[in-house]
């Protein structure tokens, strides 16, 4: 390993320590986008990079540290079953996983949850979920939650942000959409009033000259499946919108029609959340407060405490089926997102 990468990892700061201000991104350590708009595959994220944390001589230090906290890992679908059996296996090894319910159970009695527990989860819950994930996760007995957008189950509508980036590939155009780059069409549509996405994205229907692929959704009777196989199912809100980009009637309204839906289709209702685009709304928080939801979840890329000291506000690690054996365990332990906050760099 170079020695100038050394010299950097010696002075990581601790999880938790203030971000430095933002550096220019360095060759080999990329950022994972929430949602990738290059090809619109389910939890597509760019080449693993920085895989030479892993010999980092901070990585004991910080994999003991988080035996003493709560990692919640954030999939979105899995594109490589092999892969994923092969986290879920290295999970056994190294951790505790745990469930939804277990850690409903340790803020409801306010017990710490076991070292190294961790739970996943899956959002927007895509086909993937049911056909590639649950298979290896029933296969080890592992326990799961998956959050739903609710405006799509029983549908073959894609994901917004897939119809989006195909539609510009094939000539949509829409006036609050300066942009010719690709990848700065997703961000400049989640930093738009939620009627400007919405009204960008019918423009982008009307102009182009094709339209998307069907993507085959999951069903009710699937949402019934998963719960059978252990995959808790929460709420991700009706459409997935940027709630912080939503006034406070649409924000309500998110949520209490997929809670709604849910409850439907279930038959009991949902207790978890799962804050689309991963950020908190304080706004959001006061509407499942007053529905009885026991968890929300993040998507800020950091470990947390094995007692949730904020319910509604549980931190989550992004992380995705095809990140290979040595990068996981940076995730894991907390490395890489210290490293990534350290450098700057975002996790949307």
Known sequence: MPHTETTTVRSLPTAGTAARPAAPARPGVRTLPEHSVGDGGAGAHPADGGDWLRFAPVQPLFRAMAAQRLAVLAYHGVTDPRSFGAQLDRLRRLAVPVSLEAVQRAVAERRPLPPRSVLITFDDADRSVLTHALPELTRRGIPAAAFVISELIGTDRPFWWHEAAFLARHGGRARSLCTDQPSQLLPRLKSLPDPDRRRSLQELRVSADRRPPRQEQLAPADLLAL???????????????????????????????????????????????????????P?????????????????????????????????RLQVDSATSARRFDTILSGLEPAYRRWRGQSVA
Not at 301 to 310: A, F, K, N
């Open 283 to 315: 706004r959001a928080e006061a509407v499942l407060d007053e529905l009885g939801y026991r968890l929300g979840f993040l998507s800020d890329h950091r470990l947390g405490p094995r007692l949730p000291g904020h319910p509604l506000q549980i931190s």
């Open 227 to 281: 719960r059978d196989g252990r995959v808790s199912i929460g709420n991700h809100t009706q459409g997935h919108p940027c709630l912080g980009r939503c006034d406070t009637a649409t924000v309500r309204a998110e949520i209490t029609g997929a809670h709604h839906a849910l409850t439907r289709w279930l038959g009991e209702p949902p207790t978890a959340f799962a804050y689309p685009d991963g950020g908190h709304d």
